[in-house]
């Protein structure tokens, strides 16, 4: 009985597990052994080189630029994206107090939610060769719209070195913000209908209820929301690839971290120096999945010690309430 | 099987129709006039930015629509115009000189052969990690979990080398066997919740009939496991069906190329031949089946993205 139960086990875990390894778990590892080495194409003899990749890297203009241009996405696509999502998923609830209590959707909500996410299946390929024609100077569609409104003083959007960044960045915002509405919005659905009638009561203005109830309550959503569009502005490597110049130009104005790495393996065949590059963008990415799972986990610690206080006080207050009472 | 799925936001409501009903009699008497003037400002006002963000994500997809029916004069001429003959004859070109019926079938073998692989390996591997106690669960899903935080392109070059040793590049099946094996985790994990809601007694019973562990799996764990099976489905073809990376690793030799790959290089390759109409032709290929699942599937598609956000 227990034999035919782990001959099961084993089989049914056998083939699967070893692809995943084999195809997935053991190239990171060779990645990070080759990180240590000057292996490089045509190379016959590859050499352990310990750190050296990793000083090299601090003299790399480019590196720099590239780990710049990170900083410079992740800090505004996810902000944007969200505060944009946010925005809308509330203006989505604003059909007016229900009948059976809560927040009625606005009209046509189920509509608006269909065409936001619509981005969301869209293929990279399929985006950033839509946009390389929306940006495109000559026939755009960006222009085109800009120009009905009057505007006729274009900055070339993947041609000029100041405005290419900010392109890639719009895709990214365009692309994600669907997903994150819908998210919100299911999210803003689940809060205690009970909280917005009281603040009915008291007369508090929609916005303040959003401040004050809304933004509260889906609080962890939020956060969920910001990780995973941090994550995807991190990476940005295929939409780079495709949408603009160079790629990664001009200027390695829009050269990323993952588009170093894979041109760097790929085009230029240093296999070393490229590994200790995406090591680094793997140590960056884990270190802040890492700091956000702990600042949540202390939330809730708190929020836990908060809950324990409040019930400490109650029944201290009950206490000497009787004592008083007595 | 509706209790495994996600409760819909009309389920949410109704649940909580009893309670709230009696209050919300009060909460609503005490509006004034001017607080019904100002809801009714505030959702004109909510229905203009609405409309103006589904405008923002609308018209780009509508504008490569019905560019892909202009001639290259129109496109390059007057980028808003609507078509004045609707040039069918795009996609021809796109469909047979620019080869995109060779791409689209491809994509069809290779994502065919990619979601069994996936739905098939993923299945056996959550029944297993949710129905059985043994030494080693818990690192198998660590394992799981450490190979998805880190950044893909870091195994890019090595995975290349091995692909090209175990003589797995250039071809259809070996992209197949990457895609299906890649989609692991995520089906694992998915899949791993509707197994661990079916009773227990039920594979016990299986087994006190004279079923086979492999029997009870296929016969009885399987079909009960459907709609998530279903769920998987969808969206592991719609990210299969949209890869760009792996292919552009693995594949160099046109006649294999897949959708991804055809309409970038298509891209490329209109600067010099001048044919807009049919690279719009092309993109509109390349989305047209992912739009439709999505259409059709939409509901199922949001619900289960949300769950799966919500429970990373």
């Not at chain 2, 594949?251 to 055809?262: A, E, M, Q, R, T």
């Not at chain 2, 509109?284 to 509901?299: D, G, K, S, T």
Request: a positive charge; glycine letters at 8%; proline letters at 4%.
């Amino acid at each position: 009985m227990k034999a035919e139960k782990y001959r099961f086990v084993i089989l049914a875990l056998l083939v699967p597990l070893a692809a995943f390894s084999l195809l997935t778990a053991w190239p990171l590892i060779q990645a990070i052994a080759y990180s240590f080495t000057d292996w490089e194409a045509y190379n016959p003899e590859v050499n352990f080189t310990g750190l050296e990749n990793y000083q090299r890297m601090m003299n790399d203009q480019v590196f720099w630029r590239a780990l710049q241009n990170n900083v410079y996405l992740v800090a505004l696509a996810p902000l944007i994206t969200v505060v944009i999502a946010l925005f809308l998923a509330a203006m989505l609830n604003t059909g007016g107090a229900s009948k059976v209590g809560g927040v009625r959707p606005a009209f046509g909500a189920e509509f608006y939610r269909v065409v936001y996410f619509f981005p969301q299946v869209l293929s990279i390929a399929v985006l950033a060769v839509m946009f390389q024609n929306i940006f495109n100077p000559r026939n755009g569609l960006l222009n085109a719209v800009l120009g009905s409104f009057g505007i006729r003083d274009f900055p070339g959007w993947l041609s000029d070195s100041k405005w290419a960044l900010t392109s890639v960045m719009l895709v990214l915002v365009w692309a994600g913000v669907g997903f994150y509405v819908v998210i919100l919005n299911a999210a803003m659905a689940g809060v205690d209908p009970g909280l917005y009638e009281a603040a009915l009561l008291d007369g508090a203005s929609p916005s303040r209820q959003f401040l004050y109830i809304t933004l509260p309550s889906i609080r962890d959503t939020v956060i969920v929301c910001w990780i995973y569009a941090f994550i995807i502005a991190l990476d940005g490597f295929a939409l780079v690839q495709i949408l603009t110049i160079g790629p990664g130009g001009p200027d390695y104005s829009t050269m990323v971290l993952g588009y170093y790495v894979y041109s760097l393996a790929f085009s230029e065949s240093k296999y070393g120096y490229a590994s200790a590059i995406g090591v680094v963008l793997a140590i960056i990415t884990i270190a802040f999945s890492v700091f956000t799972s702990l600042i949540t986990r202390e939330r809730d610690k708190e929020a836990r010690a908060r809950k324990k206080a409040a019930k400490a006080a109650k029944r201290a207050l009950a206490s000497s309430g009787k004592e008083v009472a007595a | 099987m509706s209790h495994l799925s996600v409760p819909s936001s009309t389920d949410a409501v109704v649940g909580t129709a009893s309670p709230a009903r009696a209050r919300t009699g009060i909460a609503i008497a005490p509006q004034s006039k001017g607080q019904l003037i100002v809801s009714r400002v505030l959702r004109i006002l909510a229905q203009l930015f609405l409309v103006v963000w589904a405008l923002v994500v609308g018209v780009p997809l509508v504008w490569t629509l019905y560019s892909s029916l202009k001639t290259g004069e129109e496109i390059l001429t007057q980028p808003w115009a609507l078509p004045a003959v609707p040039q069918w004859d795009n996609f021809r070109r796109a469909w047979v000189t620019a080869e995109f019926q060779n791409f689209f079938i491809n994509t069809v073998i290779v994502v065919a052969i990619g979601l069994t692989i996936t739905l098939i390996l993923s299945s056996l591997v959550a029944f297993v990690l949710s129905k059985f106690e043994f030494a080693g669960r818990n690192a198998i899903r660590i394992l799981f979990i450490i190979v998805m935080t880190f950044p893909g392109v870091l195994a890019l070059m090595p995975l290349f080398f091995m692909l090209q040793q175990l003589g797995m590049l250039n071809s259809l099946w070996g992209l197949a066997i990457v895609y299906g094996v890649g989609g692991l985790p995520f089906s694992v994990f998915f899949l791993a919740a509707f197994f661990s809601a079916i009773p227990g007694e039920l594979m016990d019973a299986a087994r006190v009939d004279g079923c086979s562990y492999w029997s009870t799996f296929f016969r009885i764990m399987l079909p009960l496991a459907k709609p998530g099976l279903i769920s998987v489905g969808i969206f592991q073809f719609m990210g299969m069906w949209n890869q760009y990376i792996l292919p552009l690793i693995m594949i160099s030799d046109k006649k294999n190329y897949v959708l991804g790959l055809g309409v970038a290089r298509l891209a490329v390759d209109q600067g010099y031949a001048g044919d807009w109409g049919a690279m719009f032709a092309g993109i509109v290929i390349a989305m047209l089946p992912v739009l439709i699942v999505y259409i059709i599937f939409q509901r199922r598609i949001q619900a289960g993205m949300i769950a799966g956000a919500v429970k990373n």
